[in-house]
């Protein structure tokens, strides 16, 4: 029978935080830049300028048809060569976190962009219609009234899609980056006791993300109340 020994973890507590650090550096790059490249699609699919809009669309289509794991392993290989290439790094600089920040964030662009774009749907013609006839023109009313109005009703999907990004972190494995998921996996092959750090990751990634899916759910009912 299998003997459970928990003792590797005290000690191994400050490299875990690190990885932590580094999944939590991931997940607020990829959301800020998610959502602001994520909105500026949403308005482009929206655009009159069909160019502008089929290259939108495409964008979106191919990134949310492509497994996340694909596409860290692509920007993995593409971007280190890129920014040393481009800012004459040394071969031995470790480009992985930036390579995983570029990857998420490009690729949780083309789901925010479409709760996004439902976002904006979801916002009455009459507001558009009462903007225009005070006078702003189409990117004003788009600024000033429609993406607020947008942005209050998409905070629980905008929070639900940050907790998926949170937990899609540990995929950055591919890269040998040492984030909370990989930093527990390295400890407990280390010390040979790879189930007991990895229970110890996942009740950590159960209880931040439990504790979040609550405060979503509370945003929700105070949205609907």
């Not at 031995?92 to 925010?112: H, N, P, Q, W």
């Not at 010390?191 to 899916?213: H, K, M, P, Q, T």
């Amino acid at each position: 029978m299998y003997e459970y020994d928990w003792s590797s973890i005290p000690g191994a507590l400050p490299f875990l935080a690190h990885g932590m650090r580094v999944s939590l550096e991931i997940t607020a790059v990829a959301i800020v830049v998610g959502i602001v490249w994520g909105t500026m699609l949403a308005v482009l699919r929206l655009s009159s300028v069909k160019p502008l809009a089929w290259l939108a669309a495409g964008y979106v289509n191919l990134f949310r048809s492509v497994p996340l794991v694909m596409v860290l392993l692509w920007f993995f290989l593409i971007v280190p060569q890129f920014l040393q290439d481009l800012f004459n790094l040394g071969r031995a600089t470790d480009t992985r976190l930036v390579s995983a920040m570029v990857g998420f964030a490009l690729f949780e662009a083309a789901y925010y962009s479409e709760i996004i774009r439902a976002g904006i749907h979801s916002v009455g013609q009459g507001q558009i219609a009462a903007a225009h006839a005070l006078g702003m023109t189409r990117g004003q009313a788009l600024r000033l009234v429609v993406l607020p109005q947008a942005f209050r009703n998409m905070v629980p999907l905008l929070l639900t899609q940050a907790i998926i990004l949170f937990q899609d972190t540990s995929l950055v494995y591919v890269s040998a980056l040492a984030d909370f998921f990989g930093a527990a996996y390295k400890v407990g092959e280390r010390d040979g006791r790879i189930v007991e750090l990895l229970l110890f990751a996942g009740a950590v990634y159960f209880v931040l993300c439990y504790a979040a899916s609550r405060l979503v759910r509370r945003l929700q009912r105070r949205a609907a109340a």
